[in-house]
């Protein structure tokens, strides 16, 4: 049975004792860190690449394209109610090692075959990847930091990732332009075993025991109502950043052109890098709820400036804002897991508050174009998100 205390901190007895505490240390975090770099530069970048290249590889539709891709995030949804199960089977550093793979293995399946069926297997490998390698990354950079240095930890793995996929975009894209796009599914193999290799070097032990899985354990974020407070959050601000960033290309593009697109939205890309390890510092030094209620607060306003000057450095600034909210909610939210939950439940505590996460993302980019139809246009919808992060603010208040 789960021994999370949902209500207060963990005692000094479920705490890491100093600030590498017993797991991961020195070189073995950075080692950490640079997996989800490398990984994320590979695999994690090609996800933007993957319609366009089937469409002219194998001349697959919108439709064959779009299913590939929704696999994995559908299937890595669900499989985050098991995960749990899958890193006591496999133990967490070779779930870890597993994931990495599993990034790249749509990429390599597509140098092979326009498929659909096998590339729907391929993705869906790839989102029970993404399930394991994100939860027990978590749980390994938590174990890590200790006590105090949650914040940190966790914004030094989440900025790993956002300068990898930036630059992975970048990347990949210039590949395109260059030597075509089979050399660039090749480099996205090639880049995302590299941080295999860098992943196979972890330690192989796991720091903590960890507590039995539980079929049910996503519910359990709901037993308390500081875990519901939690949720919530994670549910508002997911479907907020789900819905706006899924119709904000489109929205900048039928005012300014297609053309300010890519400037426009790219400050967004830009902005998680230093938001996440500058987020989790100060989360550490000042506390997770003034950093988050600023965080919200940002984001509220930047909208409704846009919804009254129209201009296009007003919606580049609104691209920022989302930007830091989205590096530092998802920093936030895991060094409170790091707080809340005893070592032994970390795994499950973190998986379980992803699932509300993909679950308001999900349902965000399932609704986003129709939410800008019946609030009659862009500037209700602006309106109707800020509001949505004005409710984010006032419950981040309430969050311990």
Request: glycine letters at 14%; aromatic letters at 10%; one cysteine or more.
């Amino acid at each position: 049975m789960s021994r999370v205390d949902w209500s207060a901190s963990p005692s000094p007895a479920h705490r890491e004792r100093g600030p590498g505490g017993e797991g991961l240390k020195g070189r073995a975090q950075w080692r950490l860190n640079g997996a989800f770099f490398l990984v994320f530069t590979g695999g994690g970048a090609f996800q933007q690449f993957i319609g366009p290249y089937l469409l002219g590889a194998y001349h697959l539709g919108i439709d064959a394209s779009s299913a590939v891709l929704a696999t994995v995030y559908l299937v890595a949804f669900v499989c985050l109610t098991v995960t749990t199960y899958s890193l006591a089977a496999l133990g967490e550093y070779l779930a870890l090692v597993l994931g990495t793979v599993a990034y790249g293995l749509l990429a390599l399946v597509a140098l092979l075959t326009g498929n659909v069926a096998v590339l729907i297997v391929a993705a869906a490998v790839w989102g029970w990847g993404a399930s394991v390698l994100w939860t027990a990354g978590a749980a390994m950079t938590l174990d890590a930091a200790g006590s105090g240095r949650y914040g940190r930890a966790s914004g030094l793995l989440y900025s790993s990732v956002f300068v990898g996929q930036a630059l992975g975009v970048f990347l990949l894209g210039t590949l395109v332009r260059l030597t075509g796009p089979r050399a660039m599914v090749i480099c996205v193999v090639g880049i995302t075993l590299l941080g295999t290799l860098v992943a196979l070097g972890l330690p192989r032990q796991r720091s903590h025991a960890r507590a039995r899985p539980r079929l049910l354990n996503p519910l359990a974020v709901l037993a308390t109502p500081t875990t519901r407070l939690a949720a919530l959050i994670l549910l508002l601000s997911s479907s907020g950043f789900g819905l706006l960033l899924g119709v904000f290309g489109n929205i900048v593009g039928s005012i300014y052109g297609v053309a300010a697109v890519g400037w426009i939205t790219a400050s967004f890309y830009v902005a998680r890098i230093p938001a996440g390890s500058g987020g989790g510092r100060l989360i550490d030094r000042l506390g997770r709820r003034p950093v988050l209620r600023a965080a919200f607060l940002a984001s509220a306003t930047s909208l409704l400036l846009a919804v009254f000057v129209h201009h296009p450095a007003v919606f580049a600034l609104c691209a920022t804002m989302l930007g830091v909210q989205a590096a530092v909610v998802p920093v936030g939210l895991t060094s409170w897991v790091g707080d809340r939950a005893a070592a032994e439940d970390r795994p499950s505590t973190y998986a379980a508050i992803q699932l509300w996460s993909n679950v308001g993302t999900g349902l965000a980019i399932l609704g986003g174009s129709r939410l800008l139809s019946v609030l009659g246009g862009w500037q209700g919808s602006f309106t109707f998100f800020a509001a949505i992060y004005l409710v984010c603010m006032v419950i981040a208040s309430r969050l311990g």
